[in-house]
């Protein structure tokens, strides 16, 4: 390293000290040589004749103020200064780039065949000098030349405004977009795709066109996409009031991004993992996935694009949002129980794991070296949960006063998390003084409760405390204002209502103090209590259940997440159990009431499939290990496997029976039919670990019409290493090896492989000729899915798997920091390891360090892990 790169801090936040209002773009589209030409009005804001622009990687070619070539600007790191400048000019900068050769996926670089850019979040710079930052709006004109052979579309944000040929081959488009935007939310596409073509009429009138570009040949696989759009705009009117705002949408699927999509306005470009579907290449968790992220890329409209954020410290005011509304729409459409508990599966897994690691950090950061770092679980996720905070506290209807309020006070300017708050406690009338402390405190608070019933006096008192262990980034921690959501239950599964000083009171407790008791009265019999119901703050809850109290809440709680709720706890109490009895050198095992509670659940004639699959799910190796200080990566598995096969054994005639009702003759992708092969998979996923295991999943394979019962298949003979295995694989890749995509599914089977030579087998799939390092799809899914997935090899006591990921890391710091710096991330908590595999770990994360040309990425990530 030759200088450490240097933070940036929240609290240092200066306004601007010039704006550009409008800026005219120029792009000769060439491989290796493509010409930008930004031609930008800049307005001084503050005494300041210097006017300092970002840039990063770009070769100057000239540089003309008010016309007239301009020598006095120095190039420095990071950019470019301009010196001696009026107080309003013209600024003609010309640049040079080659798209080519940019493995990072940042800026403009090709994807495939097509030209495509990403700026967010600071990718701008990369195409020209610029203010790259969020707090600068402009009028962006876009002019795109290229080959028309090659590249027939060419596209940019806004309208389509003019197009022409030239007499080389070539031809232009230029296109305006009327709203001002930050330079992260600008895309240009230039390719050939086949195009899906809709339309939709907003709530006033307004007729929008509707395109889906994808590669040629894959148009079959855009209607789910387009279904989702559409399903989008009509549900932002509908629950939001959220109208479009141009005349024309537009999505572009390609095979190389770094992360989900992104939503540039009006033209959206997505990984393709999140477009393309058909029954045949697409299970149902990617339709769900595709449903989601075409909502959540629309939505940003609104919360991101109209009212975009004032500096990055401020991102989940957007992300955080557009979760919140993104769920809700998946909710509304679907299994709203389902989806929560998908939901909360990730905050408690990898997102509780994130607060205890040595990148743990507020859902508005205090400190940022490398801001592509911070689009974190914590950003996203948490701040998606504090949203619903807001929402649980205030009710639909005084939430979207709220946001009513805030969007009409912020449209078209760039905002802060302290505007979203005070939009919210203005519409409401209300002080969220102590709520706001979310937004500056890390890590996740622990809740725990006890309860006393008092029979003489019919009271019953539930005693909260609260407190929030010092995480890496901040030592002190404060009481919160945690939404508590119980509800009491008598003995005949009735509820009891909650009654407070002689009154009735909400389900919704304001734990606000460290220590804090809620008395209820007229409480007849000794209760059993439901607590954060929905997870109504994203908190660890510690209250000591029973048995009992827990398979009668499997059974009776009102709510379907609480039952969920309840099976997970009681399923968490026998794995810590058993954990310790297999440290102890005993057999792991369930006992019998608790198999029962189970059969109970598998039996039931009342509960939807898609949710009795919920609760079948044991919770992942991650998850489980997110409950020690220390893990013991293989006690852990064992219990797991050990649970998994009990189940399977005595719930057989169960499993077998659900398994051959629930056969589908038809394929049809409506949530119930969804639900039930979720629950048919699900038996399977047991029935492997029986006799019949081998034969059923063969035949499923075999037999399967859609791709979600023939990975349910090939998943199961992976996980239960059937003798079938290595055929299905074989017969998998023969018939997709030309598809990557595809393949990514399979390329995670090889990845998750428990079997011993797992680490061979993968180096031996580097060289499948589906497979490239530089795909960040192929790359997360075959290394990803060893690094996250398969926890007893990555962390095999030899060090072999830690020096796997060194190796892949070490090359990948080069071809795209972006995918390192995520893949890095299990070797960040190095510290919930034993001594020995934390030597290894460290060893990695040191050769790491000592690179010369490690990445801002990875450095930032790499030395708070070795600091910790
Ligand atoms: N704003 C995008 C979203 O959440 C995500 C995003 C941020 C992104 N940075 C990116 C996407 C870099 C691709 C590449 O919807
Ligand atoms: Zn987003």
Redesign the pocket.
């Known amino acids: 390293m030759a200088q450490a790169p240097q933070a940036k801090y929240r609290k240092d936040y200066q306004s601007p000290s010039h704006t550009i209002t409008d800026i005219e773009l120029i792009f000769e589209l060439h491989d290796t040589a493509t010409l930008v030409t930004a031609v930008s009005q800049v307005q001084q804001l503050k005494e300041s004749t210097t006017l300092a622009l970002d840039g990063d990687g770009l070769t100057l070619k000239s540089l003309r103020i008010d016309q007239q070539q301009w020598t006095d600007y120095e190039l420095v790191e990071g950019g470019l200064k301009i010196h001696n400048l009026p107080n309003m000019f013209t600024l003609e900068i010309v640049t040079e780039l080659n798209p080519e050769a940019n493995t990072a996926l940042e800026g403009l670089y090709k994807s495939g065949g097509a030209y495509c850019t990403?700026c967010?979040?600071e990718g701008f710079r990369r195409i020209t000098y610029y203010l790259d930052r969020p707090d600068v709006l402009a009028k962006y004109t876009t002019t795109v030349i290229a080959d028309k052979v090659q590249y027939p579309f060419l596209l940019s944000n806004g309208n389509r405004v003019e197009q022409g040929e030239l007499d080389n081959g070539r031809h232009w488009v230029k296109w305006f977009d009327p709203h001002p935007k930050p330079a992260y939310l600008f895309a240009l596409v230039a390719g050939d795709f086949d195009v899906l073509t809709d339309q939709y009429t907003t709530k006033s009138g307004r007729n929008v066109t509707l395109e889906i570009f994808v590669d040629k040949g894959n148009l079959d696989r855009a209607n789910h996409a387009m279904v989702s759009l559409i399903n989008s705009m009509k549900w932002d009117e509908e629950r939001f009031g959220f109208e479009y705002d141009l005349d024309i949408y537009m999505i572009v699927a390609v095979d190389f991004?770094?992360?989900?999509?992104?939503?540039n306005k009006g033209l959206n470009v997505f990984n393709s993992k999140f477009v393309l579907a058909n029954e045949k290449t697409a299970t149902d968790t990617d339709y769900l996935g595709i449903e989601a992220v075409i909502g959540?890329?629309y939505f940003?409209n609104w919360t991101g694009n109209r009212v975009t954020c004032r500096d990055w410290f401020q991102l989940s005011l957007k992300?955080g949002l557009t979760v919140f509304r993104d769920q809700e729409f998946s909710s509304d459409l679907g299994s709203r129980a389902v989806n929560r508990i998908n939901n909360v599966r990730i905050i408690r897994g990898p997102q509780f794991a994130e607060d205890a690691s040595p990148m743990s950090h507020p859902i508005r950061p205090d400190k940022v070296i490398e801001m592509n770092n911070f689009?974190t679980l914590t950003v996203y996720e948490k701040g998606s949960e504090v949203i619903r905070m807001y929402h649980t506290l205030l009710g639909e209807e005084g939430f979207q006063k709220g946001m009513q309020l805030y969007v009409e006070r912020h449209d078209g300017t760039a905002a802060t998390c302290e505007d979203f708050v005070k939009a919210m406690e203005d519409a409401n009338g209300v002080d969220l003084q102590q709520f706001r402390l979310w937004y500056n405190q890390s890590g996740t608070p622990t809740v725990k409760v006890a309860s006393e019933y008092n029979e003489q006096a019919q009271t019953y008192t539930l005693i909260v405390e609260q407190s929030t262990e010092s995480t890496h980034d901040q030592k002190e921690k404060q009481a919160l204002h945690i939404p508590f959501d119980v509800e009491l239950y008598s003995a005949a599964g009735d509820v009891i209502e909650l009654q407070c000083n002689g009154e009735k009171v909400a389900n919704v407790l304001n734990v606000t103090q460290a220590k804090q008791s809620f008395v209820f009265e007229g409480v007849t019999e000794q209760p059993i209590p439901s607590l954060l119901r929905e997870f109504s703050a994203p908190v660890k809850l510690e209250y000591d259940y029973s048995d009992k109290e827990l398979t009668f809440l499997m059974v009776y709680a009102q709510n379907e997440f609480a039952r969920w709720d309840a099976g997970q706890m009681l399923l968490a109490k026998y794995i810590r159990t058993n954990v310790e009895a297999v440290q102890a050198g005993k057999v792991a095992s369930l006992p019998a009431e608790v198999v029962d509670a189970f059969r109970g659940v598998v039996l039931s004639e009342v509960l939807e499939p898609a949710f009795i699959a919920e609760m079948l799910s044991l919770p992942s190796h991650n998850e489980v290990s997110g409950w020690y200080k220390t893990v013991d990566v293989d006690a852990i598995a064992q219990v797991l496997k050990a649970i998994k096969i009990q189940l399977s054994a005595e719930l057989q005639d169960e499993f077998g029976a659900i398994y051959h009702s629930l056969n589908q003759a038809e394929y049809t992708i409506d949530h119930d039919a969804i639900g039930k092969r979720a629950l048919r998979n699900t038996a399977l996923s047991f029935l492997a670990y029986t006799e019949q295991g081998n034969e059923l999943v063969k035949s499923q394979y075999a037999q399967a019409n859609n791709m979600t019962d023939t990975i349910a298949a090939m998943a199961a003979a992976n996980q239960a290493q059937l003798a079938c295995r290595e055929t299905l694989m074989a017969d998998y890749s023969d018939k997709w090896k030309h598809d990557g995509l595809v393949m990514d599914k399979w390329f995670a089977l090889q990845g998750s492989n428990p079997a011993g030579n797992v680490l061979e087998v993968i180096k031996q799939t580097m060289h499948h000729e589906a497979f490239s390092l530089k795909n960040p799809n192929r790359t997360r899914s075959l290394v990803g899915s060893f690094l996250n997935m398969n926890p007893v090899h990555f962390h095999a006591i030899d060090g072999s798997g830690y020096q796997f990921a060194g190796e892949i890391l070490r090359e990948l710091n080069s071809v795209n920091p972006q995918v390192a710096s995520r893949l890095v991330d299990p070797l960040l908590k190095l510290g919930k390891y034993d001594q020995q595999r934390q030597s290894l770990i460290r060893a990695e994360l040191e050769q790491l360090k000592a690179m010369d040309n490690l990445a801002k990425d990875l450095f930032e990530k790499v030395s708070k892990a070795l600091e910790s």
């Open positions: 990403q967010e979040a991004f770094n992360m989900g999509a992104m939503e959540h890329e940003h992300e689009y």
